[in-house]
């Protein structure tokens, strides 16, 4: 059975989860943050000690790998790394708006047709989006977006939207058009990232411990020269 433990650390809220067969089994959450430097490495340690004494064998460490807070991800990815190493574990990236999408998937009567705009806030009206399907197909990729009245009309003429996440009350004013539908109350938290963790630990979808890097780092470390990485 695979015994997953998950971090979110990319926005404010630092939560941990651990994972069984895709059930969550344990769950601790801090929304008074940022507090990732302090929070997590107990969190962690609670969450490490409940496997034990549980009996169980920890299989692998997901973790969010953004979009978000670079100081958060940082901590993050470092943590769930050390923890792979001292356990013997494997990793698993889960992208943060991909997983935002889960809540939404399993708590909204969404239409077959309509399309997931997960949104992360960065400065000023400029968000981290990504766009997906039901099945989440990445429609489109994650840009960072200025916000006006014409944001995504191209898709919003042809299906209704759901907008949501930390980024989305800022837009629900700008973004009118009639397909244009906003959720409150989505923010990236471990437990939704157990189903994704779980079909990716079955699919042998594992990173490399050592090269991993975050969503802000992907392009630099895609600049460097093959020997380096």
Request: with cysteine; proline share 6%.
């Amino acid at each position: 059975m695979a015994c997953i433990l998950n971090i979110e650390t990319s926005t404010n809220v630092c939560s941990v989860a651990v994972v069984e067969e895709g059930h969550v089994i344990w769950n601790e959450e801090d929304h008074t943050g940022p507090n990732h430097a302090v929070t997590l490495g107990v969190f962690v340690d609670q969450a490490l000690s409940f496997i034990d004494n549980s009996g169980l064998q920890l299989e692998a460490v997901a973790v969010s790998s953004g979009p978000g807070s670079y100081t958060g991800l940082r901590i993050g990815v470092s943590m769930a790394k050390g923890t792979c190493y001292g356990r013997d574990a494997r990793l698993i990236a889960i992208p943060t708006l991909e997983a935002m999408c889960v809540p939404l998937l399993l708590g909204e009567k969404v239409p077959e047709d309509a399309l997931l705009c997960p949104m992360l806030d960065a400065r000023r009206m400029e968000v981290y989006a990504q766009v997906f399907d039901r099945r989440l197909n990445s429609i489109r990729d994650i840009q960072a977006d200025i916000i006006d009245e014409n944001s995504y009309k191209e898709i919003l003429d042809e299906k209704p939207v759901y907008f949501f996440g930390p980024g989305a009350t800022k837009c629900q004013s700008v973004i009118t058009h009639p397909n244009a539908h906003f959720i409150d109350g989505i923010e990236p938290l471990a437990c939704d990232m157990a189903p994704l963790a779980t079909k990716r630990f079955y699919k042998g979808q594992f990173e490399n411990v050592a090269y991993f890097v975050p969503f802000y780092l992907k392009e630099f470390q895609a600049t460097l020269p093959k020997k380096l990485i």
